[in-house]
């Protein structure tokens, strides 16, 4: 069964750096991007919001909250995804979920991990 499982979160203070990796198992059963989004504390109820992605040719594309802050890349060799965020700052305290956006339109998302950023 294919499984996204995201690692590397924890806590930080703000100016601090944390690199999220996101490991493929199994096959998801969709072609199409890969991407990082989140879900701030107390919006539970609102859809997770787009941080990051990137195609299989290696374009990326990045939210105007976290660019020049963040990059995303992908090892397919070793089906991970990356998110290197530098210049954390509080306002990026969240849960981060890694997804496959599917050319089909579906979506097949991670379970999440928190990170945290202290002023």
């Known amino acids: 069964q294919a499984r996204l499982e995201e690692s590397g979160g924890g806590s930080v203070q703000a100016g601090g750096s944390l690199r999220l990796s996101c490991v493929r198992t199994g096959y998801i059963g969709c072609s199409g991007d890969m991407a990082w989004y989140r879900r701030a504390p107390g919006k539970e109820h609102e859809e997770r919001e787009f941080v990051s992605t990137i195609e299989p040719d290696g374009t990326t594309a990045y939210d105007q909250s976290v660019k020049g802050r963040f990059t995303i890349s992908l090892d397919a060799a070793k089906n991970t995804l990356y998110l290197q965020m530098n210049n954390l700052k509080p306002e990026d305290t969240a849960i981060y979920y890694c997804?496959?956006?599917?050319?089909?339109?579906?979506?097949?998302w991670g379970r999440g991990i928190q990170v945290t950023v202290s002023s």
């Open positions: 997804a496959r956006i599917c050319d089909n339109g579906g979506r097949f």
